[in-house]
């Protein structure tokens, strides 16, 4: 790999380009080096008057195969705890960079063939500028969405860590407390958390509710009968007044 890596970011997963990239040049190289010794065993005119375009084309031919091994060889994709990394070009270098926390959704399509052969197309949507990324002949392209998933999750576990921990020191400052059921951060008087919307113990009293005595409890206390349990026990103005 040839990208720097940053500050605390290690490699987690890297992967090649298929080697049926290289079926192709392999092809034309062998069908040239057949038509050159052909040439060369051959006792025809033509064979003596095409040896040297033979040689040559069997020379342009090992060229292009050998361009396509050494390209396949810096044509990979690399998976960190930070980003993703798409690496091309042997001479003009070219780098994409994915960011795990802007990557929406990874895709994989795979043919009868692709299946057999163990490649497939990769397609990663992010949310950044370059929007989708369209990866064809990627090796074992499961394994590597599943890197990618895995790097995504353990980064929002981290986050999430941080995140809670600063909400603790938070809480300690604010008067806050946290949620039972979701772990998030609420007041400590609040009756309903805003995160999971579950339903939190009694933090606080209500004015408004327990300013007012419910019917039972005027009437039980006319007939001198002790209020139930949980009643208000405020007394009626009227009861002193008059």
Avoid at 2 to 30: C, D, S
Avoid at 116 to 139: F, P, R
């Amino acid at each position: 790999m040839r990208t720097t890596l940053r500050e605390g970011e290690e490699v987690n997963y890297q992967i090649l380009r298929h080697w049926i990239i290289m079926v192709k040049p392999f092809i034309i190289f062998a069908i040239s080096i057949f038509a050159f010794i052909w040439m060369m065993l051959s006792e025809t005119r033509f064979a003596h008057n095409f040896f040297f375009m033979s040689l040559c084309l069997m020379v342009f031919c090992g060229l292009l195969f050998w361009y396509s091994i050494a390209e396949r060889n810096v044509d990979i994709w690399v998976v960190t705890n930070q980003r993703v990394i798409d690496e091309t070009g042997l001479f003009n270098q070219k780098v994409k960079v994915s960011p795990l926390d802007k990557i929406n959704n990874v895709e994989c399509n795979q043919d009868i063939i692709g299946r057999m052969l163990g490649y497939g197309t990769v397609e990663i949507q992010t949310a950044a500028e370059q929007g989708a990324t369209i990866n064809q002949y990627v090796s074992k392209p499961k394994e590597l969405r599943n890197a990618i998933d895995n790097m995504q999750e353990r980064l929002r576990q981290s986050q999430y860590a941080g995140k809670r921990q600063d909400g603790k020191s938070h809480s300690l400052l604010h008067n806050e407390i946290e949620c039972p059921y979701c772990a998030e951060i609420v007041k400590e008087k609040a009756s309903i958390c805003k995160h999971c919307h579950s339903r939190l113990g009694p933090q606080s009293v209500n004015p408004e509710v327990d300013s007012v005595a419910p019917p039972s409890t005027k009437q039980n206390s006319e007939k001198g009968e002790p209020a139930p349990p949980g009643a208000s026990s405020l007394i009626d103005p009227r009861d002193w007044m008059g």
